[in-house]
């Protein structure tokens, strides 16, 4: 899955030829596992409550504490509940790193677990509404496919699928992009207490190209990976604003493609602002209250991400007897399952 330039994905649906019961109920068992009572929320419903999946990977990175993505979720529910009188019945949620906001594990009959993923940048860089409205755009996918008698869809977001959701969310109303395309602005406060954290004292972007495709892996200058996988313009985002006005503590070591070679390095303030500007309008209008416009602050002496750049190139320049590099002009530069998105 891609980013579009009209946004991020909202999801991705996939169906299991199987019943992924056995799956989901063990790792529900795990101890990190947390299970949540409807309560006096939903008094006539059948199921006890929902269960969230492996708590414990997420906290760590998490600006949003159990408590509050519990109250979240329930949120949802109520709202989805009260709209159309439906709630999916044994109900899972987990929070995993995916290229999609969310992910639907759509059951194969209506006794099965039902499987809501949602990103892991959700609650280390968005606030409670946009993990709600991932939350009702996946309980809309669940909805349709009961609806469709569990039979899969060649077209999951159809226009019987953006009527449900538009009855739980009305800012997707009208419009075939927002009912599939995920457009919220990154939370600058919520980044800064996340990643942010980590990345205080500076850090090291490397992207790499290859086949006309690009990995990125972010480091923290204590050497701690952070972040990695194919580089979209959502997750430059998301560090921007995280770094707030410190981007230029951190660097970007751009590889030659399909090589070790180190061909440019510069800090992530220039990068950031020469890959928006190559961007869309609409791209430009949400990466607008995160670019410094040359505003940065020299780097702190001692600490310096540019520092260590410089080591790693000589370092690179020693070991393979490449020319020292020098800064260069810019440049252009699922499931095992049946897949949805």
Known sequence: MTHDRHGELWCGTCFHETSPSAGVRSTSAAKDSIFVPYGKLFPS??????????????????????????????????????????????????????????????????DDPHLIELNKRLVQAYDANSIRRVMLHELSHCMRHQVSNFVVLDEPHDPRFCSILEGVDPLVAGSKKKCKFFTDD?????????????????????????????EFELRSAARQKLRSGPLRVQELLEIAAALGDRQEEVEVILYS?????????????????????????????????????????????????????????????????????????????????????
């Open 45 to 110: 419903s059948k199921d006890r409550g929902f269960t969230i999946l492996r708590w414990g990977s997420t906290k760590g990175l998490s600006a949003h504490s159990l408590e509050d993505v519990e109250s979240i979720i329930l949120r949802a529910l109520a709202e989805f509940n009260s709209r159309w009188s439906y709630l999916p019945p044994n109900l899972y949620v987990s929070f995993v790193k995916m290229a999609a906001m969310g992910r639907t594990v759509l059951a194969a009959g209506p």
């Open 186 to 214: 990154v939370d600058e406060s919520v980044a800064q207490r996340t990643l942010g954290s980590k990345l205080r004292a500076g850090g090291t972007l490397k992207i790499q190209e290859s086949r006309g495709r690009r």
């Open 257 to 341: 493609p399909g090589s070790a070679r180190v061909a440019e390095a510069l800090p992530f303030d220039r990068f950031f602002a020469r890959e928006i500007a190559k961007s869309s309008e609409k791209v430009q209008r949400m990466a607008a209250p995160f670019l410094r416009h040359g505003k940065s602050r020299r780097a702190r002496s001692g600490s310096s991400a540019r520092g260590r750049a410089t080591a790693e190139l000589r370092h690179a320049a020693k070991v393979k007897g490449a020319k020292k590099p020098h800064k260069s002009s810019p440049s252009r530069g699922k499931t095992k399952q049946r897949a949805r998105s």
